[in-house]
């Protein structure tokens, strides 16, 4: 008997396990008829409705956000041709483990073995080197799943080797399916509750476009009828079960660049109502202050800059607020720059201006300090004709003009006043 027999075969339907197996694993799709959303890549012809229909046999990785059918996919492709299943995580799984499924996939070669890893970028370089050989001869179908962008976690050799299929996050007509299914449904709830209007739509809400997590707080709900002997889930049902929407934000992974991308573009955008939302679901997710605050410091020079001088200074503000208070207390100075950044008028003419400047030192246009600016505090200065001509802007209030750039530079402007 195979190392691996027993430890990662298929486990029993969930018709088997109703009794004990939470909702969501209840519901799990068994047919691709099942599956809900993911239009875009089930129309008839695309590349997941082939392979779940056994018209093609790939490794594929499937991308996305949690709750959105990666494991589902992987286990209806490994029901196609009756192959067997192997279920390993990336978070408990080494290259020990990865060439126990190998060895145990090449003694079965008569029953194809879909090997399915899950948050696959977590494994190290070596560990995804360890698949190469195995998904290149197809002695595995790996299905990976991540939720991370895989051109920067998952290395070019595996990747070349998969095709990449990106899951979205269910719409909220798609959650309404998945609760009414598990509310009506023999292996859900079997009817035993209902679910009024209001109560759905919250729970709608509080899913993010996850399914998972939609059927377990409808789970919970129905639990908590438990000790009111009621069979109506409402909305206070939900708001007793639930108490706050679960934030998909990894502060590590895509989320973490795309959320914050999100806030200073609508910041630069003048939105100070989508840069408050950006920054709440930073603030609710647990995000860092302090990044939060640092990347205010750098907008308002980078997008305003001049054009609201007074930008910098609040962002400096909230900054020290940060550091000085802390949270909860510095979410509104944190808010309030937000805003003032938000409404400021824009200018990015310091960015072009320094950039400019530094791109013609780098480019070797430099020259001497004219002679008459440099340093003529020191004896011998004189003799050296070493600050000699210089007339100081002071002394001059009638205003003067002399030559400050060196002689290559004469003429040469880089800073250029917008017209807002």
């Known amino acids: 008997m195979s190392s691996t027999d027993g430890l990662f075969e298929l486990p029993q339907p969930a018709e088997q396990v109703l009794g004990t197996a939470p909702l969501a694993a ?74 126990d499924v190998i060895t145990d996939a090449r003694r079965r070669r008569d029953r194809q073995t879909v090997l399915f890893i899950d948050e696959v970028h977590r494994f190290s370089k070596t560990q995804q080197d360890a698949l190469l050989a195995a998904v290149e001869d ?50 859900g709830l079997n009817s035993a509750v209902a679910l009024s209007t209001e109560a759905e739509d919250a729970l709608v809400r509080l899913s993010g476009g996850d399914a998972r997590s939609a059927l377990t ?94 930008a910098l200074n609040a962002a400096v503000a909230a900054a020290q607020t940060v550091q000085l208070i802390g949270m909860p207390e510095a979410r509104l100075a944190l808010a309030q720059a937000t805003v003032h950044l938000a409404v400021a008028p824009k200018s990015n003419t310091i960015v072009k201006a320094i950039d400019a400047a530094m791109s013609d030192v780098r480019a070797g246009l430099s020259g001497d300090v004219p002679a008459h600016l440099r340093q003529g505090r020191y004896q011998g200065a004189q003799e050296l004709g070493n600050a000699v001509g210089y007339r100081s802007p002071h002394n001059n209030p009638e205003g003067l003009r002399q030559q400050y750039l060196p002689d290559p530079l004469l003429g040469k402007r880089y800073y250029r006043p917008a017209q807002r």
């Open 26 to 99: 209840r519901m799990r799709p068994r047919t691709l008829h099942e599956v809900v959303g993911q239009a875009h890549l089930l129309r008839p012809g695309a590349p997941l409705r082939r392979l779940l229909e056994g018209g093609t046999a790939a490794s594929v990785l499937l991308y996305g956000p949690p709750g959105t059918g990666k494991t589902t996919i992987a286990r209806l492709l490994a029901a196609q041709e009756a192959r067997y299943f192997v279920a390993l995580s990336a978070l408990s799984s080494g290259v020990k483990e990865l060439r």
């Open 138 to 187: 197809r002695l595995v179908l790996l299905v990976a799943a991540t939720t991370e962008n895989p051109s920067f976690s998952v290395v070019t050799p595996l990747l070349s080797r998969l095709l990449v299929l990106q899951l979205q996050s269910l719409t909220a007509d798609d959650i309404r399916e998945v609760l009414r299914r598990a509310v009506t449904e023999e292996r």
């Open 217 to 310: 707080a409808l789970e919970a709900s129905a639990d908590g009828l438990n000790d009111t002997g009621g069979t109506l889930i409402d909305v206070p049902a939900v708001e007793r079960a639930v108490a706050e929407a679960s934030v998909r934000y990894d502060r590590q992974g895509d989320q973490h660049y795309d959320v914050i991308s999100a806030f200073i573009k609508s910041i630069r955008g003048s939105d100070p109502d989508a840069a408050l939302h950006y920054l709440a679901r930073m603030l609710v997710a647990g995000e860092d202050p302090r990044f939060i605050a640092r990347r205010l410091l750098v907008h308002a020079s980078e997008d305003i800059g001049l054009a609201d001088p007074t």
